[in-house]
């Protein structure tokens, strides 16, 4: 019976099979090669189902990253201040294929704060974002110096030695671009930023184009929705991990690390006492964001389609090789060892040599990801759930109703939510 089974399946996937290479080569005569947008989506997916049946006869490979694995892909990690960014760029920074930047827009955001009478202005956060996608849409081309229109002080012969958090990026602290020490104990990052003086733009350039995907980390650019217009580009391949965190989280990380923009909070904090400055806009407006991109993201729109996943700090931090492996696989792409070797070793452990750098990833993750709820008075959080509530409740984050609640993590607050990449 069930051997009666098998052979009929088999027949019935060889002849699809037959099909699909005669339909194929038919439209393969028609469309020689697959353009971009929306002929190319199509193109894309008619790729694609060719897989269901071999995936019966090869039952060994994994059906999806067969296709793709040679296609560029320009990864976007779109997040937030201290919403666990760092560490999900970790999974691309350690991938050897992978051209990862750690939030480039950095320098562009300098010049404008700095170069405008009234930063902000309705006109000026146009220029901004365009300024910022220019940025986006070359480095992801492997033009790197672009950046130089923003580099202070002006890079001469292509060289900088201000690049921001150059460290921050394996590929740029490798050789042909810098000759590490092995030896001393200290993390990647700090060993860079001390012994890799400068920078050659040009040659970085060139780098880029020997690494087969880039992978670029951004917190300054608020809403998905400014993202479309790469998105829709059919010379980009772009894919947008869209991270979030709980706003509560958010605010007690930001309270401890930005102190002097988080004063009146902290004031708030160590007083029990509201103080009149207190800005309700820092957080309310993280929550707007969170959660219209989260909107537009899942409500599917067409120039999303294959391009979108949204990933929660919590379960990342919670299972993150088991969430590293899901994003891997909306890539199409394989976890490579060595970002598995670096996830075992920071993210059981000990708070390892880089635990007190502002923007260490290295720790025990499942613990950092709730420990807010140690750190900030009921009245705070009350606040925050507030002004939040709709952002929590659209991304799974239970409210405490009493400080009894809030206190006792041993019962999260972080509901059991699957997002599915919109594939
Ligand atoms: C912006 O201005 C400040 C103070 O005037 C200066 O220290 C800083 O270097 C400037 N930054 C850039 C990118 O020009
Ligand atoms: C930077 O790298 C480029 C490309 O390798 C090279 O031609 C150029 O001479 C380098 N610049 C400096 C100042 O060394
Ligand atoms: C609030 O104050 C307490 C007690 O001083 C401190 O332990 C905690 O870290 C503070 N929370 C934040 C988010 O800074
Ligand atoms: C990490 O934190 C979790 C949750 O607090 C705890 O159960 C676990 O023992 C910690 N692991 C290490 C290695 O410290
Ligand atoms: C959030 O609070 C506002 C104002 O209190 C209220 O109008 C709104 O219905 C609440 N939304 C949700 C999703 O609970």
Same mark, same amino acid.
Request: net charge positive; charged share 20%.
């Given at each position: 019976m069930e051997c009666s089974w098998k052979t009929i399946l088999l027949l019935v996937c060889a002849s699809l099979g037959i099909q699909y290479t005669a339909i194929r080569s038919l439209t393969a005569t028609i469309t020689s090669h697959c353009p971009g947008t929306e002929t190319g989506t199509h193109c894309h997916s008619q790729r694609r189902g060719s897989s269901g049946c071999s995936g019966i006869f090869h039952p060994q490979r994994e059906p999806p990253s067969q296709d793709q694995r040679q296609e560029r892909q320009h990864i976007l990690i779109l997040a937030t201040t201290r919403s666990g960014s760092s560490f999900l760029g970790q999974l691309f920074n350690q991938h050897p294929a992978m051209f990862y930047l750690f939030e480039p827009l950095y320098h562009v955001q300098q010049v404008f704060a700095n170069s405008s009478a009234r930063p902000g202005g309705v006109g000026d956060r146009r220029a901004?974002?365009?300024?910022?996608? @220019?940025?986006?849409s070359n480095l992801y081309h492997c033009n790197v110096n672009f950046v130089e229109n923003y580099v202070r002080p002006a890079p001469r012969e292509h060289e900088t030695a201000a690049f921001f958090r150059r460290g921050a990026s394996n590929a740029l602290c490798e050789p042909?671009?810098?000759?590490? @020490?092995? @030896?001393?104990?200290?993390?990647?990052?700090? #060993?860079c930023a001390k012994q890799c003086k400068v920078?050659?733009?040009?040659?970085?350039? /060139? $780098?880029?184009?020997?690494?087969?995907?880039?992978?670029?980390?951004? $917190?300054? +650019? !608020?809403? +998905? /929705?400014?993202?479309r217009p790469l998105s829709e580009d059919p010379r980009l391949n772009l894919k947008i991990i869209h991270l979030v965190r709980d706003p509560r989280g958010i605010l007690a990380s930001r309270m401890a690390t930005f102190t002097d923009h988080y004063r009146a909070w902290n004031i708030w904090n160590a007083t029990g006492r509201k103080p009149r400055g207190v800005d309700l806009s820092q957080i309310a407006s993280t929550c707007a964001d969170l959660s219209g991109s989260a909107g537009t993201g899942l409500s599917?729109?067409?120039?999303?389609?294959?391009?979108?996943?949204?990933?929660?700090?919590? @379960?990342?931090?919670?299972?993150?090789?088991?969430?590293?492996?899901q994003i891997y696989h909306f890539l199409g792409l394989e976890l490579d060892p060595q970002v598995k070797r670096w996830m075992a070793q920071n993210t059981q452990g000990p708070r390892g040599p880089a635990g007190n750098h502002k923007y260490a990833t290295s720790r025990n993750s499942s613990a950092t990801?709730?420990?807010? #709820?140690?750190?900030?008075?009921?009245?705070? $959080?009350?606040? $925050? /759930?507030?002004?939040?509530?709709?952002?929590?409740? /659209?991304?799974?984050?239970? !409210?405490a109703r009493s400080l009894q609640q809030l206190r006792d993590v041993s019962h999260t607050l972080v509901q059991s939510r699957t997002f599915l990449p919109f594939l």
């Open positions: 901004l974002l365009g300024a910022h996608r @220019d940025l986006l042909p671009l810098c000759h590490l @020490d092995r @030896d001393s104990g200290e993390a990647t990052e700090q #060993r920078l050659n733009l040009t040659l970085a350039s /060139q $780098v880029c184009q020997t690494h087969s995907h880039v992978a670029i980390k951004i $917190v300054r +650019i !608020p809403e +998905i /929705q400014e993202l599917k729109p067409a120039w999303l389609r294959g391009r979108y996943m949204l990933v929660r700090y919590e @379960d990342l931090a919670r299972a993150p090789l088991w969430k590293a492996a990801a709730e420990s807010w #709820r140690l750190n900030l008075p009921f009245h705070i $959080v009350q606040t $925050v /759930q507030h002004l939040c509530n709709h952002t929590l409740l /659209q991304l799974g984050y239970r !409210p």
